[in-house]
């Protein structure tokens, strides 16, 4: 588990793409931190360290998170947001994050607002209705307020310490992003919907 709160802005060192996969090689301030086995979020990206070394890691990637992910799309010197996983005991400052992409994104706009940067993200029906304002959203790793939605788009607000901290500060429109939504509310709807349906079902009759 993850609280998407960046810890490091990696880089990719290397990305060898196959037919049944990725690995990925990532250069680290953290690698004195991370252990064989270790659970890394990459982008919002749950990858367990394969090899570790004082200058980074490696990580394998399933052609399954090729295809959900934004992984695919990197190569040797992209900016990675990068989270160790939480300790028992560590403060939750963002929120609960699980590293499992629902999905990608893409960046429809982006606008100076004073000193933040207003950036807004295409989102399909299937994830924005566990979107609300003012509610949590993971975008590439990173937990993040969302300032205003709609139910195309969602739109967060960052502040400088965030563009300087990640890699969201140098998103540019049409790129995409990893977006994990909020697991409460997905565990809120399923918890609801056999109510839902029985109630559907009692008005058809």
């Known amino acids: 588990m993850f609280s998407g709160l960046v810890q490091d802005l ?14 990925i090689r990532v250069r680290t301030g953290l690698a004195g931190d991370i252990s064989l086995g270790d659970s890394i979020a990459v982008n919002g990206c749950c990858l367990t ?29 992209s900016p990675v947001n990068l989270e160790l996983a939480l300790r028992a005991g560590d403060r939750l400052g963002g929120h609960i994050v699980q590293g499992h992409v629902d999905g990608t994104a893409e960046v429809a ?41 709609a139910r195309t788009w969602a739109e967060v607000a960052l502040i400088p310490e965030t563009q300087e901290r990640t890699n969201l500060g ?30 559907e079902s009692h008005e058809d009759r």
Not at 57 to 76: H, N, R, W, Y
Not at 112 to 125: A, I, K, T, Y
Not at 131 to 149: F, M, N, R, W
């Open 49 to 77: 360290a394969t090899t570790v070394d004082d200058a980074g890691f490696t990580a394998d990637a399933m052609q399954q998170t090729l295809d959900l992910t934004s992984i695919g799309g990197l190569e040797a010197g």
């Open 10 to 23: 990696g880089e990719i060192d290397s990305i060898d793409l196959g037919p049944e996969g990725a690995r």
């Open 109 to 149: 706009n982006r606008e100076p607002d004073g000193f933040s940067l207003r950036l807004r993200v295409s989102l399909p029906e299937a994830l924005s209705r566990y979107v609300i304002p003012q509610g949590s959203i993971t975008i590439e790793g990173v937990s993040l307020t969302v300032s205003d939605c």
């Open 170 to 199: 140098t998103l540019q429109v049409g790129d995409l992003v990893n977006i994990e939504c909020d697991v409460v509310a997905k565990y809120v709807e399923r918890m609801v919907s056999p109510y839902a349906r029985g109630s």
